[in-house]
T-cell receptor, first 115, second 115 residues
Framework: AQKITQTQPGMFVQEKEAVTLDCTYD???????LFWYKQPSSGEMIFLIY??????QNATEGRYSLNFQKARKSANLVISASQLGDSAMYFC????????????FGKGTRLHILP | ETGVTQTPRHLVMGMTNKKSLKCEQH?????MYWYKQSAKKPLELMFV???????ENNSVPSRFSPECPNSSHLFLHLHTLQPEDSALYLC??????????????FGPGTRLTVT
């Protein structure tokens, strides 16, 4: 079974609109961390935001926020006021405490921002 | 140099060649990783080194041989590769400890083409 599921292979969004990228995860470990990475066409993976399983509040970093719904095992990334430079692949990832040397990545969502 | 660097950025090699990929991290981290990213596939973890000791070998064929001489440098030695080994090879590092909050920092990757 997949540990990280990203159901949107591709998305097209108008510039300046908000966009939500979906991510669901599967774990029985009570302690885990969730990450989002951005991969532009240059190839480098850029860390965006982190959410811990025990964090009470949703994580925010500038225009990025993580909509964490623990009971639903959902960790959607919300990008507000999208920009052309946001066009990239976005990966959701998870690290479980009992496997803390391994981050598991989803298949990614390709986001296209339209001018 | 800052962050995680990888050389070369692009490599074309024949199936009988021997080459090496190099990764260097300037972040003082104690863990380093090799990932393979093929088209339309999730990131595949290949090797993990923690304090220079290999802690993970994710069923990688022996034609890929990692080397970690110290906690700042990581190599991937390649020999007698197959065309299906063509991919983007990403190196990452992180500070491993007792928490799940440590994100991985990635290098720009080496785009490998096997002819």
């Amino acid at each position: 079974a997949q540990k990280i599921t990203q159901t949107q292979p591709g998305m097209f969004v108008q510039e300046k609109e908000a966009v939500t990228l979906d991510c669901t995860y599967d774990t029985s470990d009570p302690s885990y961390g969730l990450f989002w990475y951005k991969q532009p066409s240059s190839g480098e993976m850029i860390f965006l935001i982190y959410q811990g399983s025990y964090d009470q509040q949703n994580a925010t970093e500038g225009r990025y926020s993580l909509n964490f719904q623990k009971a639903r095992k959902s960790a959607n990334l919300v990008i507000s006021a999208s920009q052309l430079g946001d066009s990239a692949m976005y990966f959701c990832a998870m690290r479980e405490e009992d496997r803390d040397d391994k981050i598991i990545f989803g298949k990614g969502t390709r986001l296209h921002i339209l001018p | 140099e800052t962050g995680v660097t990888q050389t070369p950025r692009h490599l074309v090699m024949g199936m009988t060649n021997k080459k090496s990929l190099k990764c260097e991290q300037h972040l003082g981290h104690n863990a380093m990783y090799w990932y393979k990213q093929s088209a339309k596939k999730p990131l595949e973890l290949m090797f993990v080194y923690n304090f220079k000791e290999q802690t993970e070998n994710n069923s990688v064929p022996s034609r890929f041989s990692p080397e970690c001489p110290n906690s700042s440098h990581l190599f991937l030695h390649l020999h007698t590769l197959q065309p299906e080994d063509s991919a983007l090879y990403l190196c990452a590092s992180s500070q491993e400890g007792l928490a799940v909050a440590y994100e991985q920092y990635f290098g720009p990757g080496t785009r490998l083409t096997v002819t």
